[in-house]
């Protein structure tokens, strides 16, 4: 395929975020995609040659006018036409707003079209009026015709969804990388002599990065500097494109102790990064600023502005303060900067610049793929139907005027991992998490739609027949007792004064249970070769590549799923040993313990709930193992919590594991209600079989408005359920 990106000054060792975005992202596609062409148009101020070669990438420079109003979409017209007339490209990368106001014209001329949204560039201060009224328009054509819409952070992708729900679908965050940052320290002498230029002392200066212009906040960081009593100086690496009075006041600030760099190569920045003792970073606009990974791939102290692309980053409260507080700034910057250190490991395996030309990769490849069905990432046939049934919905508006019959007394929604995203090559089980930015979406929605959201003790009353219909109700549950639940969802539960239930295996708890859906994905992410011996039957199943991890995972899932629990669990077992995966420190880290739980139950807004001994399918289970499973987990979770416990979540939940024996047990052991996972809204029939009650999943696969509203108005399941609503006889 050829490729041909647009929107960038030019590579290599050009000083600027998209800058160094593409200079680090398409070598390593061209590595996963050899095959394929790229071309970088660049602009011709900024690149000494006309067309060169980097890393297996042909560089391109192209005419512009001058100017910051006209240089770079001057320099997009250009590039759109010589990639179609000249290249004969047949997808176009467009990065930014101000370029996807071409986006309409590559389409025209037959190109596929990505377009990856760095930040809303209608809000940097340098613009005037019209100019924000033009890029905002830009910001309309990328989510229209851009087939694919890359944002690198989640609050950008999470706000494009909410102000594009049409386009939702579309739109993907894949952050920027942070491992270009080489961790070894440059030699000595060379550091001696990059520090001695400037007149600098190892860590004995705060270094800022970025470009002179109003949104990046030096100013503040100036003025927080001067009125500072510190024994140190202020170095500001970076300078403007066009000249201005902005830049041309700050850099009258200079002095001995202030000093401004203007652009400097990357392997200098990193010495200067590397020495630095603080990196603070004052801006009031950013995407994901990669100048902070920098700064934390380098190994330095960070403070950053508490705007909410900054905050994405996950710091703790400490690496922020009020933007635009110079006074905030001032006491920040004086105290120890020991204190502004950062989990580097951590952010790394986060931020990994593979990582993300994978998932780039990826978006590409969803513009050429022609039935899918198999590889990694696709959809079962229930949630395809599901997929292609909300967009039909919405569509037509069914879910608006359809909703009163299939809405019935309210819904109980399902839960499982709740924390920020993290970008991964393999991961199977993607769909079972969600971020803490999309669970706020779910509970914004619920309240527009007019939604109660209330505790599950209540979900009987509000159903029962000849109760007062009024509003529909939603009962919150998390399933399994994950430690994300209290660490990233109830904050965003909290803010919003949402009652919710945790169903706890008690195994977990223990720090002993099997979590062995994710040993299964992480033996075969490390697994060359998965060969599973029993029952007279060998299977032997390549795991190299990722479409070979994906088929590996689906056809052992679906395996082990169909035979006995004894089989799964010992062939899970012997799969994580041999990729050498800690199976009791995977439950250990990803699950509450008992501590956690006590302090958890005295909360007046959570209930803890039953999800069996160790999360078994039930239906597989002889008579008595099952019912000890539901009947000594209540037990249990009583005799450790102090509290009463009412309510049961059947693990898996579908047809294939709960039935009638299932419902039969859970109203012996005393439960008031037991949940599946069939999916449906509560209607008042509903009432009469409280121990089959239905449960609708809000979950990875689709994270966006569009299906959140089909889920809320029930016509999904209505349709699935074959317009009957789903009584089951106990």
Known sequence: MKICVLGLRGLPHVMGGVETHCEQLFPLMKGLHPDDSFTIIGRKGYLPEEVSEYHGLRIVSLPHARGKHLETITNTIFGVLYARFVLHAELIHLHGIGPALMAPVARALGMRLVVTYHS??????????????????????????????IAVSQCLATDLKQRFPKAAAKIYFIPNGATHINTAKSAAFRSNDVLAR?????????ISIGRLVPEKGFHDLCRAFRTADLD???????????????????????SDRIVFTGFISHDRLQILLQRASLFVLPSYNEGLSIAAL?????????????????????????????????????????QDHELYGVDRDKALQQYNWDVVAAETARVYSTLQAHGREGKPGSLSLKHRAFNSGFGTLAAIGADRWLRFLARGRGVILMFHHVRPWRPREFAPNRGLEITPEFLDVVLTELRQEGFDIIPLDAVLDRARPGAAAGRPFAALTFDDGYRDNVEHAWPVLRRHNAPWTLFVTTDFADGRGRLWWLELEQAIARLDRVVLRGNGELRDLPSRTMVEKGAAFEAIYRHLRAGPEERLRAITADLAAQAGVDTRRLTANLCLGWDELQTLVREPDVLIGAHTLSHPILAKCDGTTAMREIAESKELLERRLGRPVRHLAYPFGDASAVGPREFRLARQAGYVTAITSRPAHVFPDHAAHPHALPRTSVNGLFQNTRALRAQFSGVPFLIWNRRRILKIEC
């Open 120 to 149: 809303k560039n209608y809000e940097h201060h340098k613009w005037n009026r019209v100019a924000r009224f033009i890029l905002r328009i830009g910001e309309l054509c990328a989510v229209t015709f851009g087939e694919r819409v």
């Open 198 to 206: 400037y007149g600098l002392e190892e860590n004995k200066y705060i």
């Open 232 to 254: 140190c100086k202020l170095l500001i690496v970076g300078d403007a494109d066009h000249r201005d009075e902005y830049s041309k006041r700050l850099l009258q600030q200079a």
């Open 294 to 334: 920098e700064a934390v791939g380098a190994g330095t102290p960070i403070l950053l502005s508490d705007i909410e692309p900054n905050r994405d980053l996950g710091f703790r409260m400490e690496n922020y303060f009020r933007v635009g507080d110079a006074d905030d700034l001032r006491r920040k910057i004086s």
